[in-house]
């Protein structure tokens, strides 16, 4: 079971899903917990509603990043590790370090985007921030504000969106087909090998 960190005080919700994400135990704001899955998630959030439609958000996030990983490793992209900001560059998003900012953000400018991120914190998070950052282009809306990690404490269900953001990113550093498969349960020592190997934080690692 994985555990997924949105950010702030949170309560734990339990979502088990079909998708290929595994039973993710999931902190979010929110003053109450509830067990659920994803057909009966109550999806609030306005930038998710615009990006599902009349879908299923997991099934629609995942289908989109998975899109464009493939469209990075046809022009050219590898690894592991998977470095996030080739992505970056094949949408034409520059990524800038900033120190003055907790840890990233995704500001709309006149000609586009631009990624800032904060250089001083670990290398593997850096490298998920920015691939968080990245998600956001999935959303239609993503102009419309400044988006930061973390999301937004004034919004009640920004976690929703955050969580979708999350998912996306784990995409962009260990795509889908890049970890060996087995038919037997790896053991903690391989799983931490393969995490050093992506050059992940055991956060992104167990998403």
Sequence with gaps: MAELWVGGTATRIRLASPYGIGSNSIRAYGEKSAVVNPDGIRWTNKSVLRLAKN?????????????LTLRALDAGWNG????????????????????????????????????????TQPR???????????????????????????????????????????????????????????????????LMNERKRFDVSAEAFLI
């Design 55 to 67: 879908e299923d958000p997991i099934a629609v996030i995942e289908r989109r990043a998975r899109e």
């Design 80 to 119: 592991p590790p998977f470095n996030p900001t080739a992505i970056a560059d094949l949408l034409r998003i520059p990524v800038e370090a900033n120190a003055s900012i907790p840890d990233a953000r995704i500001v709309p400018k006149e000609s586009g985007h631009v990624i800032q991120f904060n250089p």
């Design 124 to 190: 593997a998070r850096v490298r998920f921030s920015i691939a968080h950052e990245l998600a956001h282009t999935l959303f239609p809306d993503v102009a419309q504000e400044i988006r930061n990690r973390g999301g937004n404490r004034i919004v009640a269900d920004d976690w929703q969106l955050e969580i979708l953001c999350n998912l996306a990113a784990a995409e962009f550093v260990m795509p889908a087909g890049s970890m060996p498969s087995s038919d037997s349960l790896p053991s903690i020592e391989l």
